[in-house]
């Protein structure tokens, strides 16, 4: 299983990127599938997920400004992200998971200036 990740830039704050993940299978095979961030000396914390079930998660500190969605006939997951802050700034992360195989694209840089 490969991930692709594009979609990573330079904005100023209150701009807007829309990263995309393109998977080399269905992703309808996976259990979840998402997005996560990691920002320089930070964990990788999540960013949104499409879950088991058909739930999704966001993190408190996105939610409201940024949107997953999918586009199964692509095998691509998206995320865009509005109001972008500076606290934004990381290494955007697609990741995916079947059963306890956890996948993980090579990370795209948002970079938010303020």
């Given at each position: 299983v490969q991930l692709q990740a594009s979609g990573g830039g330079l904005v100023q704050a209150g701009g807007s990127l829309r990263l995309s993940c393109a998977a080399s299978i269905s992703i309808t095979s996976f259990n979840d599938m998402g997005w996560?961030?990691?920002?320089?000396?930070?964990?990788?914390?999540?960013?949104?997920?499409?879950?088991?079930?058909?739930?999704?998660?966001?993190?408190?500190?996105?939610k409201g400004r940024f949107t997953i969605s999918r586009d199964n006939a692509k095998n691509t997951v998206y995320l865009q992200m509005n109001s972008l802050k500076p606290e934004d700034?990381?290494?955007?992360?697609?990741?995916?998971?079947?059963?306890?195989?956890?996948?993980?694209?090579?990370?795209?840089?948002?970079?938010?200036?303020?």
């Open positions: 996560y961030r990691q920002a320089p000396g930070k964990q990788r914390e999540l960013v949104a997920a499409f879950t088991r079930g058909g739930n999704i998660n966001y993190a408190d500190s996105v700034t990381a290494v955007y992360y697609c990741n995916a998971v079947i059963a306890i195989q956890s996948y993980w694209g090579q990370g795209t840089q948002v970079t938010v200036s303020s």
